[in-house]
């Protein structure tokens, strides 16, 4: 038999309902947004806290409602609205010239939030420091097997350029988002139990 644990939100709002599960997949997705808005633009793709909120709200809502919280996101961005990074929107880069470079980043948070839901559910990683770590960084690297690739495809780049485009500029900031939420999650945890 599967062992599941609560999440935090089934944890704070344990009476299930659909109209709780629908407020928290459309808070979770507004959570997202609003993280990009804050964002470095870089050569190719921009600097945002974006995907610390695709983690955050893997680990808070549990995989199903994560994984529906980021498709509306994903898919909210791509019907025009303008809640991707620095307020963009669209599956053309800004220019309109082609495909946006960030398409397989925003391709993966879904999964990625999904994955983090799935391993806390599961495994409860989120209630100590180090398991939310390992949760974030399993995270990261789902972000990252659907961004570089569709970067390079988009891009033509290969190789060392293509990491020193796509994923080296993010190692710090993922590095910095990943330990916040370990305090973060744990310290939520704490708060509850007492």
Known sequence: MTVLHPTLSRTLLPAHSRARDLALIVGGAAFVAI?????????????????????????????????AALLLYVAAGAAGLPIYAGGGSGVLNPAGTGLRVSLGYL??????AALVGFLVERFALDRKFLGTALAMLAGNVVIYLFGLPVLGAITGLEGQAL?????????????LKLLLAALLLPG??????R
Do not use: H
């Not at 870089?42 to 680990?59: D, F, I, K, N, R």
């Not at 990491?163 to 590095?175: E, I, M, R, V």
């Open 35 to 67: 993280l990009a808005q804050g964002s470095i633009p870089l050569q190719l793709v921009p600097l945002t806290l974006q995907t610390l909120g695709v983690l955050l709200v893997g680990a808070a809502l549990g995989w199903k409602r994560a994984l």
């Open 107 to 112: 391709i993966g948070f879904p999964f990625a």
């Open 163 to 175: 990491l020193t485009a796509g994923l080296t500029p993010f190692l710090l900031g993922d590095t």
């Open 188 to 193: 939520a945890w704490a708060l509850l139990r």
